[in-house]
């Protein structure tokens, strides 16, 4: 009994270290990494005490038996990952985005909110919130000169990063990680989270027009002589932009036709894009060329966060062989009584804390259950709220993905946006978190409405 509780607190205190990664000073990767290897040799070690049934040399095997079999899960969601960062880069090396942001003329604050969010939440959706944010910012700072100004701006792209990855299986890590688990699929969630994704983002657009008048001021940026040398002509931006965006989208096309795991589809997308690439480049020189090629940008890539996520979900895992979760989703079941009720305070609760460990919790805590158990359980109604495509998961990846919002601290999105822009977390909070508070809570509700009415 010791050494479970022992499990509980140091996996509590991982957490806090997490949460408070920057009065610490201490990398979020690290903090997770260590729990997860703690947590398992604590499960280990105390294997005869928290799997009694298993006392003896069984219990210990049953534990490496159980870490490889989450090792093999973990280890999908994070090849998914490394693809999708690396064509990402490889798209953002040839300066394959300017397809879009060169098209924005306008410079009517309302004109340019409006524009921003729905580039953003389609843009989102097809890549990630992260890398859109992280596009979105730099495009926002070649557009608005003054910097509270671009704040308001940033603040959308924030909500709206989040809503459009919310309805997409390749939009956010915590949609990704359930389409991965089998508890989504591509088709279900885009038809069911797309409209109240949509109304997500809609209510503060329409809120934040209602104040927003005139036009902004324009930066004057006198471009370098390295900027004025374009590394790649428009063809090879245009063919790696379509190529890479094709890449991406193909992915749950792929899934569907093969039935292979999405990590497949991802490595074939990267395969055929370092290939056209060596081929366009391969007459350049080794100074040009070598940024432009999957090498040069494989060193981009956010391998912390990889390193995060790979730390996290193990020890998630460890909480969940010992049986914590299940105690866990059992006190929610019968504190809040229903699976809405659960969905909203998880990602209410997401915009304190990263959303990808309460997401793999829940996936944990609430096995998928199977039309064959659903049948011999007699259709029970809230088993049925765990099949694939059921209200559970559908309103998790919506609550997951945007209730962050909430909070500038509260997904990679707003952490990055932050970062980039130095904007305050005061600031924020009273100015973009109930805006983003009130489209959390309509787009859920809209949601609900739908599941109710169907």
Known sequence: MFAYVLMALIFVFGYLCIALEHPLKIDKAASAILTAVVCWTVLVLGADSILPLLAGEGASHEVTTELRHHLGEVSEILFFLMGAMTIVELIDAHEGFKVITDRIRTSKRVHLLWMIGFITFFLSAALDNLTTTIVMVSLLRKLVKEQHERWFYAGIVVIAANAGGAWSPIGDV??????????????????????????????????????????????????????????????????????????????????????????????????????????????????????????????????????????????????????????????????????????IAIGLLSSVVDNVPLVAGAMKMYPLVSPDTLAAAGGDGWLGNFVVNGTFWELLAYCAGTGGSCLIIGSAAGVAAMGMEKINFIWYLKKISLLALLGYLAGAATYIGIATLA
């Open 174 to 343: 915590t949609t990704t990680m359930l389409w991965i688990g089998n508890q989504i699929t591509a088709s279900g969630i885009v038809a069911q989270l797309f409209i109240p994704s949509l109304v997500c983002l809609l209510v503060p657009l329409l809120l934040l027009s209602l104040t927003l008048k005139g036009e902004f001021e324009r930066p004057v940026v006198k471009p370098t002589k390295e900027e004025r040398r374009d590394p790649t002509t428009p063809f090879e931006r245009n063919l790696v932009f379509i190529l890479g965006i094709g890449a991406l989208v193909f992915v749950p096309v792929f899934k569907t036709v093969t039935h292979l795991p999405p990590y497949m589809g991802i490595l074939l997308g990267l395969g055929v894009l370092w290939v056209v690439t060596e081929v366009l480049h391969r007459g350049k020189n080794d100074e040009d060329k070598h940024p432009l090629s999957v090498v040069g940008v494989l060193r981009k890539i956010d391998t912390t966060s990889v390193l995060f996520f790979l730390g996290i979900l193990l020890a998630v895992s460890s909480l969940a062989t010992a049986g914590h979760l299940t105690q866990v989703a059992s006190a929610l079941k019968e504190s809040l009584g229903n699976v809405y009720a659960i969905n």
